[in-house]
T-cell receptor, first 114, second 110 residues
Framework: KAGVTQTPRYLIKTRGQQVTLSCSPI?????VSWYQQTPGQGLQFLFE???????NKGNFPGRFSGRQFSNSRSEMNVSTLELGDSALYLC?????????????FGPGTRLTVT | AQRVTQPEKLLSVFKGAPVELKCNYS??????LFWYVQYSRQRLQLLLR??SRESIKGFTADLNKGETSFHLKKPFAQEEDSAMYYC????????????FGTGTRLTIIP
C-alpha cells in the first residue's frame, strides 16, 4: 500500500510569511502526527490529530497550528515565520492494532526560512 | 515530564562485533518504548517495539523498568546496520505522541 506522502518536499519562505504543509496518511489510518526535526533540538512532537480532532499538542507557540479533514489528510500551518522555524517537518500516520501501534513516517518537508 | 536519553551521539563498531545502543527514559507511568531507524536517504521507520518482544534484523531490546532502560543490541554487526537510531517513548496506551531521544549515529567499520 502507498506510504505517507507529504507535499511540498522543499519550501523556501521569507521571515514573516506563513506556510501550509500537507500530509496524506496511509489509507485506513485515522491518526496523524506532526514532528519538527532540527539538528539542535532533534525530533520534537508538534501535535496529533485523530478523527478531525486535535488529541495531543506539544510545546510549540500558537503560530503552529494544524487540522485534519474527514479523509484523514492533515495540514499544518505556521504563521509569521521566524528563522528558527527552518527545519524538516515530518508527518506520521498510525492505526492501533492489538494494543499497540506503529507510526509510519513520511519523507518530510524541508522548510527554509530566509 | 517524559524524557529519553541516548548518551552516545556517535558509535563506531567493527563488522562482526557486538553492538549496544543505549537508551534510558524518564517517565513515572508505564511507557511504551520503541526503536526507530533512519538509513541514509530513507525515511524514519520503526525497528522494534518493546511490547512485541521481537527480533528484527538481528536486533533485540529489553525493557528494564528497574533501570529505566531500553538498550538496543545485536550480537554481530553488519555493514548495512550503519544508520541513525532513535529511541522513543509513548506515555501510555492510547496516546500516540512520541518523545524521541537525540539519536545515535552507528557506523559499522568493514
Amino acid at each position: 500500500k502507498a506510504g505517507v506522502t507529504q507535499t511540498p518536499r522543499y519550501l523556501i519562505k521569507t521571515r514573516g510569511q506563513q506556510v501550509t504543509l500537507s500530509c496524506s496518511p496511509i489509507s485506513g489510518h485515522r491518526s496523524v502526527s506532526w514532528y519538527q526535526q532540527t539538528p539542535g533540538q532533534g525530533l520534537q512532537f508538534l501535535f496529533e490529530y485523530f478523527s478531525e480532532t486535535q488529541r495531543n499538542k506539544g510545546n510549540f507557540p500558537g503560530r503552529f497550528s494544524g487540522r485534519q479533514f474527514s479523509n484523514s489528510r492533515s495540514e499544518m500551518n505556521v504563521s509569521t515565520l521566524e528563522l528558527g522555524d527552518s527545519a524538516l517537518y515530518l508527518c506520521a500516520s498510525s492505526r492501533r492494532q492489538g494494543g499497540s501501534y506503529e507510526q509510519y513516517f513520511g519523507p518530510g518537508t524541508r522548510l527554509t526560512v530566509t | 515530564a517524559q524524557r529519553v536519553t541516548q548518551p552516545e551521539k556517535l558509535l563506531s563498531v567493527f563488522k562482526g562485533a557486538p553492538v549496544e545502543l543505549k537508551c534510558n527514559y524518564s517517565y513515572s507511568g508505564s511507557p511504551e518504548l520503541f526503536w526507530y531507524v533512519q538509513y541514509s536517504r530513507q525515511r524514519l521507520q520503526l525497528l522494534l517495539r518493546h511490547i512485541s518482544r521481537e527480533s528484527i534484523k538481528g536486533f533485540t531490546a529489553d525493557l528494564n523498568k528497574g533501570e529505566t532502560s531500553f538498550h538496543l543490541k545485536k550480537p554481530f554487526a553488519q555493514e548495512e546496520d550503519s544508520a541513525m537510531y532513535y529511541c522513543a517513548l509513548s506515555s501510555n496506551f492510547g496516546n500516540e505522541k512520541l518523545t524521541f531521544g537525540t539519536g545515535t549515529r552507528l557506523t559499522i567499520i568493514p
